[in-house]
Nanobody, 121 residues
Framework: QVQLVESGGGLVQPGGSLRLSCAAS????????IGWFRQAPGKEREGVSC????????YYSDSVKGRFTISRDNAKNTVYLQMNSLKPEDTAVYYC??????????????WGQGTQVTVSS
């Protein structure tokens, strides 16, 4: 069964750090572009970062550039999102997705449960 499972979220104070994990089962992640998205209450889902299968990028939204880092561990079939200098506006449910390209991620429909990130003092 093809599946992505997100984990690593939690409650953190402003300025803190978290590392999210996106573990794949049923397929090999390194053949695909993998992206992280987030959805805050009352807002639409937005793209945060993408690591391309073709070697381009990685890509980051302006709101997280310089603070977040996406990486992949092919041996563990897992993609990570290291989040530093967290801000209250980073509070959201974070999801990962896969496709043949970063652009194609915006058509992704098989969203998982996501992992909640809450940044609050």
């Amino acid at each position: 069964q093809v599946q992505l499972v997100e984990s690593g979220g939690g409650l953190v104070q402003p300025g803190g750090s978290l590392r999210l994990s996106c573990a794949a089962s049923g397929f090999t992640l390194d053949y695909y572009s993998i992206g992280w998205f987030r959805q805050a209450p009352g807002k639409e889902r937005e793209g945060v970062s993408c690591i391309s299968s073709s070697g381009g990028g990685p890509y980051y939204s302006d709101s997280v550039k310089g603070r977040f880092t996406i990486s992949r561990d092919n041996a563990k079939n897992t993609v990570y999102l290291q989040m530093n200098s967290l801000k209250p506006e980073d509070t959201a449910v974070y999801y990962c997705a896969y496709d043949n390209s970063c652009e194609g991620l915006y058509e992704y429909a098989s969203w998982g449960q996501g992992t909640q990130v809450t940044v609050s003092s």
